[in-house]
């Protein structure tokens, strides 16, 4: 048993190094080949015709910056304002933003949408009437298609009956809520105080009034979080029955961003520490009626995450895991990242850029990449294995020269039992499931060729 733990923690210890978290390949830093506006916009509208002939339609992403006070753990684009009349002009710019697309893309019909989901920073920071301003905008120059989804991200502190009663009548019926820790010394950390009772009273306001899939996110290894305290938040979870979990691995970047500083790394459980905090949420969950999904991720088997997790529908983005997949995803609002499936856009991340490039008629993009042949090959293992745990290029369609060399790179953690492999096919183990993101970094091609002189990423444990 003790060389059992010790050997679990040297690969622990061995496997922790910096790695992205493969929300889209290729990572943001190696996006290389700006489009032009044109070029975007042309890859959307190709998109969309390829959608619109198998009944589908676009995904729309918005994202909401604002927040009444910071999380200091939190690595989100946010404005941190006690000015409630910050969002209505924000909504104002981003339904013209909405309108500049559909110029752009000169389109003699209303677009498909199959999905709305409201992203932040907070976007219950916007009361009853904005978000219905916002909706109906979007909705009064948009098509959607009978299985439309709609989602929001809200945060139990600031989230009214009256803001949610709006949304369910809006059509909303997935609902994420921010929880990370109830442990009293932990929320006192990272400045984000919410009791059980707040959290118990809107999921039952909810529920009564019609979503019928709640989501909570957790984060594990913030500072001050011991074995105790997530047994002590599981089962207040557990309590309280949520249909989905988000059981994110807490990213350490304070050279992005400076709110982490609050704490320092001395308050943080180390590689191996943070790992057992997981490893016990995930036992807990489990013997709570929860599945395991690709990373960090939980549902119970009635929610639709599971169902497409087993009938290998699940895809993953920007956003984390979801059942299925959106081309294009346009992203409205300030930092918003946009993906036709050929072509990556972000939006200005600098909430007065992005204000002044609309207002000028400019669709606000300042970064984006063309994917290669081989970005797009790629693409598709990373996602296997991100949400099946296993990948093969046995077909034509998904071979490229760069795997040729994958099984060197995975040579070590096929003798650690973490993979297994064969001529063309790479599985990850149940004893690989922890380094899942390690065994990514073997196919990405451009972190291989250029391994970044700064840290810029969290590290993978
Ligand atoms: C935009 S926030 C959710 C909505 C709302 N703002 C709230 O906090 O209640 C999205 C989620 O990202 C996660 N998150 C934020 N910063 C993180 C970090 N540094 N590491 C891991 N997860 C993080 C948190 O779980 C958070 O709930
Ligand atoms: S965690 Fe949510 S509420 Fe807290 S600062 Fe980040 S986006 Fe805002």
Redesign the pocket.
Known sequence: MQATISAASELLKKYDVPGPRYTSYPTIVYWDDNPTVEDWTASVAQALDETERVAGGAGLYIHIPF?????T????N?R?TRHTEASKPYVETVLKEWSLYRRKLERQHPIPLTEIHLG???PTFLPPDELAQLIEGILSHALLTPDAEFSI?A?P??TTKEQLLMLARLGFRRLSL?I?DFDARVQDIVN?IQTEEQVRAVTMEARAAGFTSINY?LIYGLPFQTLKSVEQTIEAVRRLRPDRIAFYAYAHVPWIKP?QRRFTEMDLPSGEEKRALYELGRALLEEAGYREIGMDHFALETDSLWRASAEGTLHRNFMGYITRQSAPLIGLGVSSISDSWSVFTQNEKKLEDYVARIKRDELPIFRGHQLTKEDRILRRHILNLMTRFETSWESRELYVPFLETVNERLAEMRRDGLVKLSDKRCEVTADGRPFLRNVCMAFDARLVRKVPATQIFSRTI
Not at 67 to 71: T, Y
Not at 73 to 76: A, M, P, Q, R
């Open positions: 927040c009444r006070s910071l999380c753990y939190c690595g989100c946010t941190i932040g920073g907070t991200e945060d502190r600031t921010g990370q984000r996110d709110g």
